[in-house]
């Protein structure tokens, strides 16, 4: 049996090998679990407004748009299509993220469908001048709701915390639940009467008109560009899935810096714990190095075995972490996040990446300390006393004598 082999060293110190594996497990799976949550937010809002794919929005800051900001729209040689709409943002819950109700004629429904690639589920659209509304099925199973339900600003103030229906002051029926027939990510955005937005008392005041803007086929960066530089003012505001996707960059970015950093700190501690475990295990060994040492390993190839075993340990330790999170992620995608429409991809390797400073920085730790011990490793005074030189290399007190050192050829016939 080969005694530096680290299956001999598995199992002779089982328990031990699995309490250190069990921690890097867990604190890999913790880290692993906040991190993908985390994506979840930015990705959230990114999934609420994944229409501007399709359209472009402009609106007014006060109560209407200027005539010559419509009419240079409306000229540009790379719009198709502008509607007019007052929409509703909503907020949906269990999702960061509002969703956006499109106040619509009916006849401009249709067209905001077929840019879509939206179809019937089930129901129908709303009429004009009725209190009723119509879903992508995200949105309906996000909110739980089916045809016939009714939802307004009351429903929020039972839950006890944010009112996230505040924007509907009065009730408004689901008539309709619409399904994407494109293979892209399915549109999350829901349609009203424009007309009952419009002339209803309680929506005149705080809901500013706007434009639907649709390019032509091939002109989609053109026309954004154009809103973005020339439409866009103090008084017009401008929503277009460049400015969606740089917002979701910039919240990506700044939470995950902040994160980076904590989890960088939680390993470091996590690595503390872990080679102060160790090395106690390590000095329970002293005399077996002594002895393995005395017969001809070097303190090289000692430290070389030592730092093996714990890459191993913390390597598997890692790689079941991993495993076990993705466990979690696909019966929270199962059980919580998909129900709600809720968008939670399986894969992804932003986890990986901040999971690892968990064995690097664990197997650097460890393989420091273990230098440190075998700065003092001496095997004459192990093996006599069963301890390391009392003498560091390199610097002695000078009022401790000479302590004598072993030969470097402890089985050399002169020594």
Not at 45 to 73: H, K, M
Not at 78 to 91: F, N, R, T
Not at 271 to 286: C, G
Not at 335 to 354: C, D
Request: aromatic share 8%; hydrophobic share 45%; charged share 20%.
């Amino acid at each position: 049996m080969n005694p530096l082999s680290p299956i001999t060293y598995y199992r002779r110190h089982k328990r031990h090998t699995l309490l250190l594996m069990g921690l890097i497990a867990l604190m890999t799976l913790g880290v692993c679990t906040m991190e993908r949550l985390l994506d979840s937010l930015p990705e959230g809002r990114y999934a609420a407004g994944n229409y501007l794919t399709r359209i472009s929005l402009v609106t007014a800051a006060g109560p209407s748009l200027d005539p010559g900001v419509v009419s240079r729209i409306r000229t540009h040689p790379g719009v198709a299509h502008v509607i007019q709409e007052k929409g509703l943002e909503l907020e949906v819950p269990y999702i960061f993220g509002e969703h956006h109700l499109f106040g619509l004629t009916e006849t401009d429904m249709h067209v905001l469908m077929e840019t879509c690639d939206l179809g019937f589920r089930e129901g129908r659209l709303p009429q004009p001048r009725t209190n009723e509304m119509a879903l992508t099925e995200e949105v309906a199973n996000t909110m739980g709701l089916q045809i016939g339900d009714e939802i307004d600003h009351s429903i929020g103030e039972d839950w006890g915390g944010d009112n996230y229906y505040a924007a509907i002051p009065t009730p408004l029926e689901l008539v309709g639940i619409l399904e994407s027939l494109g293979p892209e990510p399915h549109i999350r955005l829901g349609f009203v009467s424009y007309e009952y937005v419009n002339g209803h008392e309680l929506f005149v005041s705080p809901w500013s008109p706007g434009l639907v803007v649709i390019a032509r086929d091939g002109q989609t960066a053109e026309v954004e560009a154009f809103l973005e530089s020339e439409i866009a003012s103090p008084s017009t505001h401008v929503m277009t899935h460049q400015k969606l996707s740089d917002k979701y960059e910039s919240s990506w970015v700044g939470l995950h810096v902040i994160f980076g950093v904590v989890d960088v700190l939680v390993a470091i501690v996590m690595a503390l714990v872990i080679a102060a475990i160790n090395q106690i295990a390590q000095t329970k060994r002293l005399e077996e190095f002594g002895l393995l040492n005395a017969l001809g390993h070097s303190k090289k190839r000692l430290l070389r075995r030592l730092t093996l075993e714990m890459a191993i340990t913390t390597g598997l330790g890692w790689l079941v972490g991993l495993t076990l999170s993705w466990m979690l992620f696909a019966l929270l995608k199962e059980g919580v996040f998909q129900p709600r429409g809720i968008p939670l991809g399986l894969v992804t390797l932003t986890p990986i990446w901040f999971s690892l400073p968990i064995p690097l920085i664990t197997i650097t730790l460890v393989m420091w300390v273990t230098r440190r011990t075998f700065a003092r490793f001496d095997a004459v005074a192990i093996v006599e006393r069963g301890k390391l030189s009392m003498e560091a290399t390199g610097q002695q007190k000078a009022s401790r004598p000479q302590a004598r050192r072993s030969s470097i050829k402890p089985l050399s016939s002169l020594t």
